[in-house]
């Protein structure tokens, strides 16, 4: 079972263990960084790169090869938010055009996304309740405006472009 990569290569050398400090990271020690970030075990990371098993854990506790880690996260964290825009179109398209299975977890992507329900949606929600009775609640709130807005006459732009949209077909 794979553990967690950043959790190992975070790891200080112990104060019993030799002075000797890692001062340039070879392609092979870029290439044992990059399948240990992947979640590899040393094991196979070390047959890969021709390196001992005790190599590849003494590497983890290399500050360089640490750092160099951590950069290597920090660039693909970069990559993954700037790719949130993409997410969101994936997402509206699918909600529009995809099937009924991949339409549910669109909806579902999109509200965890905006923090109305999912991990995010913990901190407003009470801590004594129960989480199908406060989702309950909040569906039974929802309904209750859609209908007083119904019955008040009350029409946003955005349900004048929905109506619009579904006239027109697609």
Do not use: C
């Amino acid at each position: 079972m794979p553990t967690n990569a950043l959790a190992e290569v975070t790891q200080l050398p112990a104060e019993n263990e030799a002075a000797v400090v890692l001062q340039k990271l070879s392609e092979r020690h870029k290439t044992a960084a990059a399948l240990l970030a992947q979640g590899i075990q040393r094991q196979v990371i070390a047959a890969a790169v021709n390196y001992t098993p005790e190599y590849i854990t003494w590497l983890q506790r290399q500050p360089l090869f640490i750092t160099y880690v951590r950069e290597m996260s920090a660039a693909a964290a970069t990559r993954l938010e700037a790719m949130f825009d993409q997410s969101v179109d994936v997402i509206a398209e699918t909600m529009q055009h995809g099937t009924e299975d991949g339409k549910l977890k669109a909806v579902k992507m999109q509200l965890e996304a905006t923090g109305r329900v999912g991990r995010d949606a913990e901190r407003d929600r009470p801590a004594s309740g129960d989480r199908l009775d406060y989702l309950a609640e909040r569906l039974v709130t929802l309904l209750q405006t859609q209908r007083k807005r119904v019955y008040d006459g009350e029409v946003t732009e955005a349900e004048i472009i929905r109506e619009e949209k579904a006239i027109q077909g697609p």
